[in-house]
């Protein structure tokens, strides 16, 4: 449904963007009914975000701070126009028509879910603006876990995890984290080398080699201990 929504969403705005590049005022009467479809398909992307953040935030909470030792508290805010949670389809179509002319001047439609914006803050700062990197890449894996969880709630299985080379910008305290946090679920790891993840690897894993784009070796556990 949601996503149904936005792209119905994104249709509508493409044409009231193309309505405003070539506007005159008998265009009025239609930009009226692309306002109707933009705040009825908006105030729905905007309340499933908002329900996103919120479970985001019940389990992003508990995570990050398994992740960083219990030293930061983690925060995410959907950052939106609308001011009036429970009357959203109203106020966007409010929104809409009160700055039209400020629309036609600029060519683009300057309120709805298009021009949300995504807020994370750790102990209270803001992480785009002054976060460290070690806390920007902290608060990705918190994202990432955390909707781990909230795709397992909703279908009752993970869905696969791909971690492209995340390991080698991440600290010996969160590596162990994120490994041993994947033992229940399907991941695909890529790495520079295997030495600091094997021992996290069970009977079932798989350890393929790539030189030069192909695949040069394939390995499960036995292998790799006999190996050595």
Known sequence: KYYYNLVQYNKALDERNSLLKKWNPSLEDVIEVYDEQLSVYGGYVIKARLNYIDKLNKKGRIIHKEITSQSEDIEFKYITNVKDLANIEQELKALLAKNLKSDVERRTTSYGPHRDDFYIGINDIDTRSFG???????????????????????????????????????????????????????????????????????????????????????????DLNRLD
């Not at 795709?151 to 910008?169: A, F, N, R």
């Not at 162990?176 to 009977?203: P, R």
């Open 132 to 222: 460290s990197q070690g806390q920007q890449r902290t608060s990705v894996l918190t994202i990432k876990f955390a909707s781990l969880e909230i795709i397992k709630d909703e279908t009752g299985e993970y869905p696969v995890l791909l971690l492209d080379d995340v390991l080698s910008e991440l600290d010996l305290k969160r590596q162990q984290y994120i490994l041993n946090s994947i033992n229940n679920v399907q991941t695909i790891i890529t790495c520079t080398g295997i030495e600091n993840i094997k021992k996290y690897l069970s009977d079932n894993s798989k350890v393929f080699t790539v030189e030069g784009g192909r695949i040069t070796n394939k390995y499960n556990l036995y």
